[in-house]
């Protein structure tokens, strides 16, 4: 606990991104006693990871398997500081390794008299793991990343060193699969008995985290003057990156073991219904910045709110979300009740009120998210659909490409030196060019630090294998030695900035030191691998070099392209359902866009979410009152990117709900239509350059 009250991260928040709710008066610098608070769990992990090593490979040695040293390697990468993330992991890469396997088993049976051809089909399964790898998120892109690399890894060993197709791959398959399972289940055994998991009481953190900077960022637009709205923008566009990241923190949680049920759909659609949230705080902020005489309609909003929502004091204070979240839920729904009861006399007030409601119902779906960590019962969520959201597909054939190329080119390699280590050239090349290519900007960086792991491994695993092995005859003394290595490694990944690079380091360590039973020392055989693992991760780093990512801002200008696309396509298709699966489209796609862009592009893309959502509810209403015709001027001026004069179509359509009597059934609707008119106006009149911009056919 800080001074200031405030909790620091932990280490998944860490990994997440996310730091400790801090102000200037207390510096982000670790005290001394926090250094020594935090390296202790540090340390501990270092003995769990050294501790799932040595059972996994106690195992593999005593089933007596070809290769022992790939359950400790695998048991190596599955260890994470958090229990829940290790577990999530090592299921996923049980499901990338089946895969792998049976996909190397089908190449086999199908290529067995073609060399050429057997690796050819190896580049394209890497391709298409690396294809899935970059459209898919979290652990399942490891996963398909896995089916890429495991497949090298059966491939490698059944070709041997320079030899050709000994049809033997189902046998290497199960043997592999055995190693790897056996690796996944030793430390998933040392990390549950060792730690409780508190996967989830982060994720009630970061829930509630962004409960009160949502709520509190929404409520206080109702406060600012006209000229104080524009610095609410970055405050939004910083959000946007949190809420991005709770994916991350709801798969790791999803792993841990515990006795209340976990409902990660749900949860899931509660990140959606943040992104919700924003889009009212953005509706409200637009509406004040715009309206001159708006100022006194907020003050009839602000006093329908309690308040427990209106002091600053709580609604900043994440840990009140947390620890009472049926207060905070009780008060948002007692609000919503009086915002939409309230009789506005203009559409003004009236888009005041309702987007001001729209928040907070969103805001009360995230309470309830954090509450159905500790009592699924007592929480009512709605559940994400299950579907692939893919931000834009262009990156992703990219990285396929690449991968192609690559692995292409680490067969050539090996196919014309005949090189004895070229199986390990090649599967660390498929390593460095499907695991770390979906990371865009970052990837050249990530593969860059695998590369100096992998260096330091060579080291190290040197002195084990030539200078600490030799003397020790027993499996203690290989613990022993292997100890030496793994605690520190396992204490500098859990509690530092470079945990990437020292996680690797474990992993590659027993790769080349191919502990075995009995040992064996073969100097010409560690030189081989010595020089194929970083062969393969220069490789992987000049592939990355060659055929770049495509770079941040065309990135987003193609995300702002599809999403207006979408919209101008919105507005003439038939009308669909809900809106959800147009805002789950949009939500992917406002994810996706960098944090180093500049914020305005972010800006377009929600302004383009929310005009989008509010043609289909315009759509929706004008149908039911049989106004269409009135309407569609507006929507094909849209399609048509000409804003002056789908403002005008619209303006047209409201002075025509304006004069029907106010005794005519609907009034109350017809308002609300009204409020949602001028929310667009507002929209296409901010950012009239985006909605007006020509597309190519």
């Not at 501790?51 to 398997?65: D, E, G, N, R």
Request: glycine share 8%; hydrophobic share 50%; with cysteine.
């Amino acid at each position: 606990m800080l001074p200031n009250g405030d909790t620091m991260p932990s280490p998944a928040e860490q990994c997440l991104g996310y730091g400790s709710r801090g102000n200037a008066a207390h510096p982000s610098g670790p005290m001394p006693s926090h250094r020594l608070g935090t390296a202790a769990p540090a340390l501990l992990y270092g003995v769990r990871l050294w501790a799932a090593v040595c059972l996994a490979l106690f195992v593999a040695f005593w089933l007596q398997l070809d290769n022992a040293y790939w359950a400790g390697a695998t048991a190596a990468t599955v260890c994470q500081p958090v229990l829940g993330a290790s577990l999530r992991k090592g299921w996923f890469r049980l499901v990338g390794t089946i895969i792998g396997a049976t996909a190397a088993v089908v190449l086999s049976g199908c290529f067995a008299q073609d060399r050429i051809i057997f690796l050819l089909g190896l580049a394209v399964w890497g391709a298409v793991s690396a294809l899935l790898a970059t459209l898919l998120r979290n652990f399942a892109s490891y996963a398909a990343a896995l089916s890429g690399i495991t497949a090298a890894i059966i491939i490698g060993d059944e070709l041997g060193a320079v030899g050709g197709i000994n049809g033997d791959a189902f046998n290497l398959a199960l043997t592999r699969g055995t190693e790897i399972g056996i690796g996944i289940v030793c430390a998933g055994l040392v990390l549950a008995m060792t730690d409780l998991g508190a996967a989830r009481r982060h994720l009630a953190t970061l829930l509630a985290g962004i409960a009160a900077d949502t709520g509190g960022g929404l409520i206080q637009a109702l406060w600012l003057a006209r000229p104080e709205q524009a610095g609410s923008r970055p405050l939004r566009r910083a959000m946007i990156g949190r809420i991005s990241g709770l994916d991350t923190a709801i798969d790791q949680a999803a792993g841990e073991i515990a006795a209340v049920p976990f409902r990660q759909r749900e949860l899931l659609a509660v990140a959606d219904n943040f992104f919700a949230a924003l889009i009212a705080w953005r509706s409200i902020a637009n509406r004040l910045e715009v309206a001159s005489d708006a100022a006194e309609e907020a003050a009839l909003v602000r006093d329908c709110l309690p308040m427990i929502l209106t002091t600053p004091v709580t609604t900043d204070d994440p840990a009140l979300w947390q620890r009472n979240p049926g207060a905070m839920h009780a008060a948002i729904s007692t609000a919503v009740r009086q915002l939409v009861a309230v009789p506005a006399a203009t559409p003004s007030l009236r888009l005041l009120c309702d987007s001001t409601a729209e928040g907070l119902l969103a805001l009360r779906r995230g309470v309830s998210g954090i509450l159905s960590l500790s009592r699924p019962g007592d929480a009512r969520l709605p559940r994400r659909a299950v579907q692939l959201r893919v931000p834009d597909v262009l990156p992703a054939l990219i990285n396929a490409l690449r991968a192609f190329l690559t692995i292409g080119a680490a067969t050539l390699i090996w196919i014309c030196t005949a090189w004895p280590g070229g199986a390990s050239f090649v599967i660390f090349a498929t390593i460095g060019i499907t695991l770390f290519a979906p990371r865009e900007d970052a990837a050249y960086a990530s593969a860059k630090n695998f590369g100096t792991a992998t260096a330091f491994a060579v080291i190290c695993a040197a002195v084990a294998a030539f200078a600490l092995l030799p003397p020790q005859s027993s499996f203690a003394g290989l613990c022993i030695v292997l100890g030496l290595v793994l605690v520190p490694v396992g204490a500098l990944s859990a509690g530092s900035a470079q945990q990437p690079l020292f996680t690797a380091l474990g992993t590659i360590f027993l790769a080349l030191l191919h502990p075995s039973n009995p040992e064996v020392y073969d100097p010409a055989q560690f030189y081989n691998s010595a020089i194929a693992l970083p062969g393969g991760v220069g490789l992987a780093m000049l592939a990355l070099r060659l055929v770049p990512p495509m770079p941040p801002a065309m990135r987003v200008g193609r995300l702002l392209a599809l999403t207006l696309r979408d919209l101008r396509r919105l507005a003439n298709c038939a009308l669909p359902r809900s809106s959800g699966a147009w805002e789950g489209r949009i939500y992917s796609r406002l994810s996706a866009i960098p944090d180093s862009v500049d914020t305005l592009l972010a800006a377009r893309m929600t302004a383009a979410l929310s005009v989008g959502t509010e043609i289909i509810r315009l759509r929706r209403n004008a149908h039911c009152f049989g106004y269409d015709a009135g309407l569609q001027a507006a929507l094909t001026a849209i399609a048509a990117g000409d804003s002056s004069t789908a403002i005008d179509a619209l303006q047209r359509f409201d002075r025509t709900l304006a004069t029907l009597p106010v005794t005519q059934p609907g009034a109350r609707l017809r308002l609300r239509v009204r409020g949602t008119i001028l929310s667009v106006s507002d929209s296409l009149t901010r950012h009239a350059s985006y909605f007006d911009a020509r597309m190519r056919a």
